[in-house]
Every structure is written in C-alpha cells, then in structure tokens.
C-alpha cells in the first residue's frame, strides 16, 4: 500500500536533520540565504518592511531573534518583518514548479527560530532545505493554478514550508511534523489582486510567522487535519474548486532546490522573459514605432493587462509594458529603477504606449518574443529561458554581483566580507560572523 502525502512529508520533516545532504544541494541552500540577506538589506527602506518592523517593535515582545534594522524579538515576530522585507524589492527567487517565492518565508522562519533555539548552522540548512523541498513538492504542478485563479502561491506553500522548516529545527517526530504542517495549510492565504501593494510582501512575512506558529503549537500536541495535504484532501480542491489538479502524490526522486531561480531584475518574475528579450534587442528606443510582446497566458494576466504608466514603484513590478519599455531604454532594472519616492523616466513611459502584450498558450513561463516594427523593419527577438530560470541559471559571481549591488550602500567595504560569509554558511562560525555585521545595520 503507498503511504500518504502527510505521512511521507512528515517523516522527510522528522528525519532531515540527520540526513546527509549532497554538496550541491547545500551550495544551493547558501546560493538562496546569499539571495534572500541581499534582497533584505536592499529594502531596508521600503514602505512595507519599515511599517511591518515598527508595527513588530510596538508589540513589545522580547525575545533572541534578529529582526533586520531593528531590535530582537520573538522567532514568530522576527519571522514576519524579515520575511515581509525580503520580498518588499520583489527581487527575490522563485521556485518554478510551484510558483512561489520560497527562500523569503523559509529563511526568515529558519534564522528567527534557530537564533532562540541556539542552533548550528548545519541545523539551519538542514531545516531550510527540508521546508523547501516540502514547499516545492505541495506546490509542483498547483502554483501556476493556483495564481491564475487569484491566489498568491507564495501565502499558501511558502506557508508550508516555513512550517516544514520549523518543525525540524523542534526535532518534532513524523506525526508532530505533519499536524505542523497541516495547521499551515489551514492558514494558507494571499490574494493576486494585492499584487503591486504593500500586502503582496506581507503574504511572504506573514507565510513565515504563521509557519513558525504552526511547528510551536505542534510541538505542544496540537492537532490539525493532516488528510488536507493529500489529493483532493482539502487543500487542492479550496484552491481548484472544479477540480481540474490534485496535489500530486509525494516523491523523492529529485531535489527541487537545484531546480530553483533567481532573478537577476529587481521585477515579477513573469515579465523577466520579455526583459532579456528586449535587452537582446539593441535597437534604439527613438526608433521603435511599436512592439508586440508575446508571452505565457499567465504572464499576460498577471503583468499585461496594464497600462505602461504605473503609478507606484510596486505597480511598476508588475506592468509588463513598463518593464519592457525600461530594458529596451537600456536599463538594468535594478533596485534603484523601482525606488521610492515614485519618479518614473516620462521617456520610459511614452515609450511603453506603443507596447502591445499578447498571451501564448504554447508560450512558456521562462520564454517570449518580441515582435519590433522599427524604421529599418520588423526585428524579431526569442528568448527560450530567460537569465535566472533553470536551462539559464545564476552562478556565483552572478549572485556576488547582485548581493554588491544591493548591500554597499548599507554594508560599505564590509559587504565582501558579509558575502563570503554566507557562501561559506554551514563551516562553523560564519553566523556569528555574519550577525556581527547585520547588527551594525541601522
């Protein structure tokens, strides 16, 4: 007889801690922490992640936790501001299979917990790959379902696997593991409609508070409903209520973290493909009379209904046209093209009127064409995999490159030494190297 879903999660949950882990899954865990530090230090400032923190301070909480730019708190408090501001830029990475932004609700339930646990850092990313993997195998083949009927995947399987993570760092057995992951289900929520506002990296805190929640109450013998992570157990048919896909059933054949992405634009995701194709481009701008942008279907109802002049930073994260009109104006769609206070380039926004976007069924998450009517004629750029995506990855210098951009303002010279730290994550010592620095931050 096939074990079930929850008992198959919960015993890959309880036992992760002593599991041996291949050298490349671990480089992958420190590639997402390299990832999800930077993208945090680099919102140090944004709107979301400032209210999240002071709103976190007034509670008055005490606790060992390291709130970013703040001061210590409980792990479930600490888990909800740093996992608000590590998805505040929009900037970090995603996991494809189940379209969710994994590393920004996992790292910050790893570290938050950890830190009051006092645990190692060979703890910490065995918990963290342990909730990623539970978050990517719930969400394989359901995130993009999910999102295309109005459901932000990252407040439902980031939720989960912030929960998984926890969990392992309590050292709960297989049925403790499961009821923990279960209470997060039945917590799971986040609306695409939020997209493009403050709520949208408030999914991404709130995803992790509630999974750190979830693992403590577990752990005191709460009982949950673990039948909800089995297909059409509870969970699937909330969120394909016709019944179209079933949570699949789980494996372990292969690791879902070497299959993650991360983005090198400060952008959704989804307009990424249509980004490197416009980067691809070199046309001048002035010279464009108009531009077809082909892309997925979901693409096109996320980022493509819109009307290339946003008027919020977080707007223009998710205005295909826009984005596309900054990169063909040679832009690096970094952090700084997205800034507060708003002041978009009016050149930029004349440019995306003549910016028409089509969805392709038989197009692609990770592809897009781009059809240019310019002076000279009609230019036609695809792109198969965009910069980011498996087929395309980041490396190390890729990320080393994007973790300066965003931490020298914050870090100076210092942020070298941060880097490397974090590389290095797992050989002893390197944490406290690396709190040393971040406790500086102000």
């Known amino acids: 007889m096939l074990e079930s879903n929850a008992v198959l999660l919960g015993r890959f949950v309880s036992e992760s801690a002593g599991r041996t882990l291949p050298d490349e899954v671990l480089d992958a865990a420190r590639l997402c922490l390299c990832d999800w530090m930077g993208v945090a230090i680099g919102a140090r400032d944004e709107s979301a992640g400032v209210i999240v923190r002071e709103s976190v301070a007034e509670m008055g909480a005490h606790g060992a936790s390291t709130v970013l730019f703040g001061r210590s708190t409980t792990p479930a408090l600490a888990a909800l501001a740093n996992g608000t501001l590590a998805?505040?830029?929009?900037?970090?990475d995603t996991h494809i299979g189940a379209t969710t932004h994994t590393s920004a609700p996992v790292w910050a339930a790893t570290i938050a917990l950890a830190e009051a646990l006092e645990a190692d850092e060979g703890q910490m990313l065995h918990a963290f790959v342990a909730g990623f993997?539970?978050?990517?195998?719930?969400?394989?083949?359901?995130?993009?379902?999910?999102t295309a009927r109005g459901l932000h995947s990252t407040g439902i399987f980031g939720r989960i696997g912030a929960a998984a993570a926890?969990?392992?760092?309590?050292?709960?057995?297989?049925?403790?593991?499961?009821?923990?992951?279960?209470a997060a289900a039945t917590q799971a929520s986040g609306l695409t409609a939020s997209f493009g506002t403050?709520?949208?990296?408030?999914?991404?805190?709130?995803?992790?508070?509630?999974?750190?929640?979830?693992?403590?109450?577990?752990?005191?013998?709460?009982?949950?409903?673990?039948v909800v992570l089995?297909?059409?157990?509870?969970?699937?048919?909330?969120?394909?209520?016709?019944?179209?896909?079933?949570?699949?059933?789980?494996?372990?054949?292969?690791?879902?973290?070497?299959?993650?992405?991360?983005?090198p634009y400060a952008a959704c995701h989804l307009t990424h493909p249509a980004i490197d194709a416009a980067r691809q481009a070199r046309v001048k701008?002035?010279?464009?009379?108009?531009?077809?942008?082909?892309?997925?279907?979901l693409a096109q109802k996320i980022t493509g209904g819109t009307t290339g002049r946003p008027d919020t930073p977080l707007a223009a994260k998710f205005d295909l046209k826009y984005c596309t009109a900054l990169a063909l104006n040679s832009s690096a769609l970094s952090a700084r093209d997205f800034a507060e206070p708003w002041r978009p380039d009016e050149?930029?926004?004349?440019?995306?009127?003549?910016?028409?976007?089509?969805?392709?069924?038989?197009?692609?998450?990770?592809?897009?064409?781009?059809?240019?009517?310019?002076?000279?004629?009609?230019h036609t750029v695809e792109v198969e995999v965009a910069k980011g995506h498996p087929g395309n990855p980041m490396g190390w210098d890729d990320m080393a490159d994007k973790?300066?951009?965003?931490?020298?303002?914050?870090?100076?010279?210092?942020?070298?030494?941060?880097?490397?730290?974090?590389?290095?994550?797992?050989?002893?010592?390197?944490?406290?190297?690396?709190?040393?620095?971040?406790?500086?931050l102000v």
Not at 166 to 182: F, M, N, T, V
Not at 285 to 297: G, M, Q
Not at 354 to 361: C, D
Not at 365 to 377: F, H, P, R, V
Request: hydrophobic content about 40%.
């Open 198 to 226: 403050m709520a949208k990296p408030y999914h991404a805190g709130k995803a992790a508070m509630d999974g750190v929640l979830s693992a403590q109450l577990s752990a005191r013998g709460f009982v949950a409903a673990p």
């Open 166 to 182: 926890s969990a392992s760092l309590l050292g709960l057995d297989a049925e403790r593991a499961a009821h923990a992951l279960a």
């Open 285 to 297: 701008p002035c010279e464009v009379r108009s531009v077809r942008a082909r892309v997925s279907e």
């Open 230 to 263: 089995e297909p059409g157990g509870g969970l699937d048919s909330a969120i394909l209520q016709d019944g179209s896909r079933q949570i699949a059933p789980v494996d372990f054949e292969r690791w879902e973290i070497l299959r993650n992405s991360f983005k």
């Open 347 to 378: 050149r930029v926004g004349e440019l995306a009127q003549r910016i028409e976007t089509q969805g392709e069924k038989w197009i692609d998450y990770a592809s897009a064409i781009l059809e240019l009517e310019t002076m000279a004629g009609i």
């Open 133 to 146: 993997e539970v978050s990517a195998r719930m969400g394989r083949g359901l995130g993009q379902f999910a």
């Open 403 to 440: 973790f300066e951009g965003l931490t020298e303002s914050r870090l100076g010279k210092d942020w070298h030494d941060a880097f490397a730290g974090l590389r290095n994550f797992g050989a002893g010592g390197t944490f406290r190297a690396v709190r040393q620095t971040l406790s500086g």
């Open 87 to 92: 998805h505040c830029l929009d900037f970090d």
